[in-house]
């Protein structure tokens, strides 16, 4: 054989070798790149996951604060308490009966002791409208007596109890 075709069959042998290296660093970096392409897949899912915890723990607190205002709606602040008296004497107009607030305790709830003078059905009226008033109302002591003399009026004391936004 001649040099010439030793020199072309070393020269395609070099050539060849140096494709086959190019070829294998490139293999080597697309396997890489496919790896770095997987764990920031796995990564991003990760975070997505996250997000979606993050999101429900959104809509709970949202659900809590909406349930928490609610709940407060039920309580007295400490600036309406004395606008809780003045309702309570509009319900008692309202129902036909004599309303006298014969003492008012003012802690983490608010008692009134009423007097109170009326038909049964009006006074049972006026328990009704201040259940309903929107207060979270305990009736703590009810004593009624009926009169045989003026015709069948009942009277009584009522303690009523409302809790204050201090309440825990």
């Not at 038909?119 to 004593?143: C, D, H, P, T």
């Not at 009624?144 to 201090?166: D, F, K, Q």
Request: no cysteine; charged share 20%.
């Amino acid at each position: 054989m001649s040099s010439k075709k030793h020199i072309t069959l070393a020269a395609i042998l070099i050539i060849d070798l140096l494709l086959a290296t190019i070829l294998f660093v490139e293999i080597r970096r697309t396997i890489n790149l496919a790896e770095m392409n997987a764990e920031s897949t796995i990564r991003i899912g990760e975070l997505e996951s996250r997000q979606a915890d993050f999101s429900g723990f959104r809509s709970v607190n949202s659900g809590l604060n909406g349930k928490l205002t609610i709940l407060k709606s039920f309580l007295v602040a400490a600036d309406e308490k004395v606008a809780v008296i003045d309702q309570l004497e509009e319900l008692a107009d309202l129902a036909g009966i004599k309303y006298v607030l014969n003492s008012a305790v003012d802690s983490e709830q608010i008692s009134l002791d009423a007097g109170v003078t009326g038909s049964f059905r009006n006074i049972y009226y006026f328990l009704k409208l201040v259940e309903n008033a929107g207060y979270w109302v305990s009736f703590e002591k009810m004593a009624m007596s009926r009169s045989a003399i003026e015709g069948g009026v009942w009277t009584g004391n009522i303690l009523i109890s409302i809790p204050g936004e201090t309440l825990k």
